[in-house]
């Protein structure tokens, strides 16, 4: 990212009384060729004879670099590479070791770890990835599993293991550092070739079909995202399902999942009645702290990755819905979007400056508007 985006998005966030877009500046090609010591005609040379199409037009170029620079990555090394899509334009591409070189270069960064999830046989089918971040109280994680990501190519059938546990910590990172406009080459083979999965999930059961399944005086719930649980000890089952009441976002997701569980009567059933009626209090207590909304909350308009890359690019629709985004946020949360699409709004800063100065034409009125109010 830029120096001037940096210090924007410090300043909006600290004190919203700096509300400017990145200056215009030179050519993204002059700058990177600078960085490395090099003419910038040599130095587009040397990319397209290794890590850009040679036939790629002057803006994927300029966009490839854009996302290199926003990155911190070294296109010579080849920490970045560019291919070319199936529809047109290019897609960027980071392998594992550039994504953990971008990784262990964040300066909120506090370390991850890993959790294997295992069959009945041993056979991993998931592995979990938990990232901390120095200023999150709590980590940042994510599941992916083998069902899913599985493919039928040869670096999946030897190491399996790693495949999965590297898929974990890319899509992680994403998450934890708002990580956008880059693929790993997996991941762009998986969407521009279709492969075959490894192995197709198979078929969830029904809750009928799960629960007939269970060996005698086992408890079964299902919890949030469909994953089914079965106990054999009541007690541990009540915490279980307790934490998933509590956990509950609004009313009727509480209702939702006590209506498509029946954990209580499966307690009373087994001469539990005492656990089922702490289990229906809890309910009672979380349905007393939950309501139902009044009105419908404003939807937060929705911005894609901006089109950098893509054929015939709709840049005034991206425009459009960013603006519309930005009306919706206080200076913040307008600070950390301008963040968040640094790329985007440096390819529009050197690139269409027209659309440049009404950005910034809108950002000066909302900040007016905040300080009269």
């Known amino acids: 990212m830029s120096e001037q985006i940096k210090t924007v998005a410090k300043q ?27 003419e910038a005609v040599a130095f587009e040379a040397t990319l397209r004879a290794t890590v850009f199409p040679k036939d790629g037009s002057r803006e994927d170029f300029a966009a490839f670099l854009l996302v290199a620079r ?62 901390y971040r120095k200023d999150r109280g709590h980590p940042i994680e994510v599941t992916e599993y083998m069902s899913e990501c599985g493919r039928n190519t040869d670096p999946w059938k030897q190491w399996p293991a790693r495949m999965l546990r590297h898929k974990a910590a890319i899509q992680c990172a994403r998450y934890a550092f708002a990580i956008s406009g880059i693929q790993e080459p997996d991941e762009f083979e998986r969407g521009e070739l279709a492969a075959v999965p ?23 719930m299902v919890d949030w995202d469909g994953t089914e649980h079965r106990y054999d000890d009541p007690e541990k089952a009540l915490d279980a399902f307790t934490g998933l009441l509590v956990n509950a976002p609004n009313r009727d997701a509480l209702d939702g999942l006590w209506e498509s569980n029946n954990l209580s009567a499966q307690l009373r059933d087994r001469s539990h009645a005492g656990l089922a009626d702490k289990l229906q209090q809890a309910f009672t207590d979380q349905s007393a702290k939950l309501s139902r909304p009044t009105e ?21 629709a991206w425009i459009e819905l960013l603006k519309a985004r930005l009306k919706q946020l206080g ?11 640094s790329v985007g709004l440096d390819f529009i800063a050197e690139h269409r400056t027209a659309d440049h100065d009404a950005i910034q034409l809108l950002l000066d009125q909302l900040l007016q508007a905040e300080k009269t109010h």
């Open 70 to 131: 926003d990155y911190g990555m070294n296109p010579i090394t080849k920490e970045i590479y560019a291919f070319p899509k199936k529809g047109g334009g290019i897609q960027p591409i980071v392998g594992i070791d550039g994504w953990m070189s971008l990784i262990n270069r964040q300066a909120s960064f506090d370390g991850m770890e890993f959790n294997d999830k295992l069959d009945d046989t041993g056979r991993l089918i998931a592995v979990t990835c938990r990232m």
């Open 331 to 341: 200076a913040t949360g307008r600070a950390e979007l301008l963040k968040k699409h």
């Open 12 to 38: 909006q966030a600290d004190t919203a009384s700096v509300h400017q877009l990145p200056a215009r500046a030179k050519s993204v090609t002059l700058d990177m060729a600078d960085r490395f010591g090099m």
């Open 296 to 316: 419908k909350p404003v939807e937060p308009v929705k911005i894609p990755p901006s089109p950098i890359g893509v054929k015939n690019p709709d840049w005034g």
């Open 198 to 220: 490894l192995e197709p999930a198979a078929p969830r059961p029904t809750r009928a079909e799960f629960q007939a399944t269970a060996k005698p005086g086992t408890f079964c």
